[in-house]
């Protein structure tokens, strides 16, 4: 079973750049989720996709924004980088369906903003 | 709105002793617990989770929790501390919704120290 994957592992971009993050979900796993850990901070919640939309999100604003493509895996988007940018974005996936859908999540990506 | 406090950034202890990492959450609808750890430059790993039934949930690692209501607090704890446990602890709330739907609502972490 393959985990949850993400890429690349460090990015350095200059702010106003736009960034592009990767993730491939576990496998059997049809949501990705997004979040955003600045330093010495919990994570935060950004947005989820569910069956390529926008399921939920968090309290970002609309320069963030995600795809998801038919095989689950999932782009987050940031335009207009800001210094605030700079953090851990992890990627978590799980299955929705019962009661309870476990976050497995990514080794993360730390982008750099300058 | 669900939130969740962790007292103390920084917990100290020596090889062997009692680990207790503090957590209370606040939610107004039952929630679903997490304790998350994550070692230095990778992501997150889900040590135990309380969702229904049993509030002594027992992890990975020698880890347990107890969810208790009344105090809205599930506290981490390992009855023998090991340098290998030395990362960062973060506590975790979600709402328990059957739409599909789930986010999940971090603390801001406490990191475990170990001394020999």
């Known amino acids: 079973e393959t ?22 979900s576990q496998s059997g796993h049809n949501t990705v ?30 320069r963030f924004s995600g795809l998801q493509f038919p095989n689950y895996s999932s782009e987050l988007n940031v335009n207009a980088l800001e210094l605030d940018d700079s953090a851990l974005y992890l990627c978590a996936s799980s299955r929705i369906g019962g009661s309870y859908n476990e976050q497995f999540f990514g080794p993360g990506t730390r982008l750099t903003v300058l | 709105a669900q ?14 002793a009692l680990v207790l990492l503090r957590c209370n959450y606040s939610s107004s609808v039952p929630p679903y617990l997490f304790w998350y750890v994550q070692y230095p430059n ?12 049993a509030t ?29 446990d030395a990362a960062e602890y973060f506590c975790a709330v979600s709402d328990q919704v059957n739409t599909g739907f789930q986010k999940l609502v971090f603390g801001t972490g406490t990191r475990l120290l170990v001394s020999p």
């Open chain 2, 56 to 84: 002594l949930v027992k992890g990975i690692n020698g880890f347990e929790a107890e969810f208790k209501k009344s105090e809205t607090s599930f506290h981490l704890t390992k009855p023998s501390a090991h340098m290998s």
């Open chain 1, 33 to 62: 989720s997004w979040y955003q850990q600045a330093l010495g901070q919990g994570p935060q919640f950004i947005f989820q996709y569910y069956r390529e939309e926008e399921n939920g999100r968090g309290n970002f604003p609309p």
């Open chain 1, 3 to 24: 985990g949850v994957t993400q890429s690349p592992t460090h990015l350095i971009k200059t702010r106003g750049q736009q960034v592009t993050l990767r993730c491939s």
């Open chain 2, 42 to 53: 990778q992501g997150l790993q889900l040590l135990l989770k309380y969702t229904t039934g």
């Open chain 2, 3 to 16: 939130s969740v406090t962790q007292l103390g950034s920084h917990v100290s202890v020596s090889e062997g």
